[in-house]
């Protein structure tokens, strides 16, 4: 097993750059998704780390080792994609122990490592069969014993799941994060999916534009987003634009929003606040909680329902704010209706302007 780290990586096509100076540490061991819009260079530093693509300028090393010039099949990586291509006409068995045999290993030998990665897949039974015979998700189970067949340092996944159906694909997440566990490799895995990098991932990295805006585990981005484009990336934000005060910020009518203790910005620049939609407390008066709660008045202008929550859409001043409510069974509030919303300084996160 390996880690993988990445310094000051670009690569451009032509006068586009798909890397821009990017630096990134993979743990040993660890499960790290890269999340980022289409084109956002996702794919592309997956493909520098297998070594399908060279950098113009910066190093990849494996396990510490350098391997800029290292080709494709001495890097010892396994690697999954979407569009998994296993051979048709061959069993599964085949196809997992195919990397095997191209080695050279002895037929008893990949017989027995087969078996144990089909086992792993919880495939063992099924290696007789041929991919027709099998549902999508065992297919991807199939691709995925293969990637780790041959004992790699490191595991790619380039939206593995993204061809499979919802439910398929829950059950696929929890059974990639069991099995990564088991062996322990270091995993990087690239998906659009924000609840499958939360869920799944010891740390997110978010691409934009070929730069790393954001790294750090799943809670750290929710929590402390550091710009507004990491806020409504990764989860749902509700962002409030003024004058900084030092602490917290200023909105064009006056009112002073206050952010999370430790938050510091030159008083006067311009600034945003991030509010995630379930922090809000929505109300028809405005009580007698905290006294120190951030507090704006509105008027429900929409309501959705969704089962075990509602959310509201919540017009104030020009802007609209969504609230996401656990519904308990208390009281609904009607559409049109004035409401008062609370939320605590320490569910705001100040962010410089950009
Ligand atoms: N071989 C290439 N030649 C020219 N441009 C390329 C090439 N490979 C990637 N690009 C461009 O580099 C940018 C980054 O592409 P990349 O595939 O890494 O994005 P991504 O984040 O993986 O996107 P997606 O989520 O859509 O797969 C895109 O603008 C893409 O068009």
Redesign the pocket.
């Known amino acids: 097993m390996a880690g993988v780290q990445v310094a000051n990586l670009s690569r451009s096509?032509?006068a586009?750059k798909?890397?821009d100076d990017v630096s990134i540490d993979f743990a040993d061991g660890g499960f790290y998704a890269l999340l980022?819009?289409?084109?956002?260079?996702?794919?592309?530093?997956?493909?520098q780390i297998a070594g399908f693509?060279f950098p113009d300028t910066g190093r990849i090393a494996i396990g510490g080792e350098s391997v800029e010039r290292v080709p494709v099949e001495k890097r010892r990586i396994g690697m999954v994609f979407q569009n998994y291509a296993l051979f048709p006409n061959m069993s599964v068995a085949d196809n997992v122990g195919f990397g095997l045999s191209v080695r050279g290993q002895a037929k008893p030998t990949i017989a027995s490592e087969v078996q144990r990665a089909l086992d792993l897949v919880q495939l063992g039974r099924l290696g007789g069969r041929r991919p027709h015979q099998l549902s999508g998700g065992q297919r991807q189970r199939v691709a995925l014993a293969r990637a780790i067949v041959t004992k790699p340092r490191v595991l790619l996944l380039?939206?593995p799941l993204g061809a499979l159906d919802k439910a398929l694909r829950v059950d696929m997440q929890i059974e990639l994060k069991r099995i990564q566990r088991d062996i322990g490799i270091t995993t990087i895995f690239?998906t659009?999916d924000q609840e499958e990098a939360l869920t799944m991932s010891d740390r997110i990295g978010i691409?934009r534009d070929?730069r790393l805006v954001q790294e750090g585990p799943p809670e750290e981005i929710y929590d402390r987003p550091k710009s507004e484009f990491a806020a409504t990336f990764l989860g749902d934000a509700n962002i409030f634009r003024g004058d900084s005060t030092g602490t917290g910020i200023r909105l064009p009518d006056g009112t002073a929003i206050a952010a999370a203790a430790g938050a510091t910005l030159a008083a006067g620049a311009r600034a945003s606040c991030a509010v995630r939609p379930e922090r809000i407390r929505i109300a028809t008066d405005s009580g007698t909680s905290d006294p120190n709660a951030n507090m704006l008045r509105g008027q429900v202008s929409r309501r959705i329902f969704a089962g075990n929550s509602s959310t509201y859409f919540v017009d104030r001043d020009g802007q609209t704010l969504k609230v996401i409510v656990q519904n308990t069974g208390v009281e609904r509030l009607a559409e049109g209706q004035e409401v008062v919303l609370r939320w605590s300084p320490e569910s705001t996160v100040l962010i410089a302007a950009n």
């Open positions: 096509f032509g586009h798909a890397l980022g819009p289409s084109g956002s260079g996702k794919t592309t530093l997956l493909r693509d380039d939206e690239v659009h691409l070929g």
